[in-house]
Nanobody, 129 residues
Framework: RLQLVESGGGSVHTGESLRLSCAAS????????VGWFRQSPGKEREGVAR???????FMDYVDSVKGRFTFTQSQDALYLQMNNLKPEDSGMYYC???????????????????????WGQGTKVTVSS
């Protein structure tokens, strides 16, 4: 069974950076759609960034992080580089992968959270002003 383990969270101040990692073990996900999500206190879990990895790497970001966050990957890990962090970026960050494959970037970027079948335990990010 695929296992995902996030790391790299921490406590920083406004304007600082963090790099989150998501290591995969047990069984490499074959999905072509993976993502980073976050859940802030009192809020629902939301998608932060998604990667469609077929025919190249295609990323999509929630508007609030565009220009500040970058989603990359290696063979067995996913990364989220977070620059110019803001207090509203605080929360638990999770990586997840879809069950199976999707046929297009649009399909990947529009998948419901419930369609992502494998999740890590999360890593906490706290940004103070």
């Amino acid at each position: 069974r695929l296992q995902l383990v996030e790391s790299g969270g921490g406590s920083v101040h406004t304007g600082e950076s963090l790099r989150l990692s998501c290591a995969a073990s047990g069984h490499r996900s074959q999905s072509n759609c993976v993502g980073w999500f976050r859940q802030s206190p009192g809020k629902e879990r939301e998608g932060v960034a998604r990667l469609f990895r077929q025919g190249g790497d295609f990323m999509d970001y929630v508007d609030s992080v565009k220009g500040r966050f970058t989603f990359t990957q290696s063979q067995d890990a996913l990364y989220l580089q977070m620059n110019n962090l803001k207090p509203e970026d605080s929360g638990m960050y999770y990586c997840a992968t879809l069950y199976g494959f999707v046929g297009s970037r649009a399909a990947c970027f529009s998948q419901e959270l419930s369609d992502f079948g494998y999740w890590g335990q999360g890593t906490k990010v706290t940004v103070s002003s």
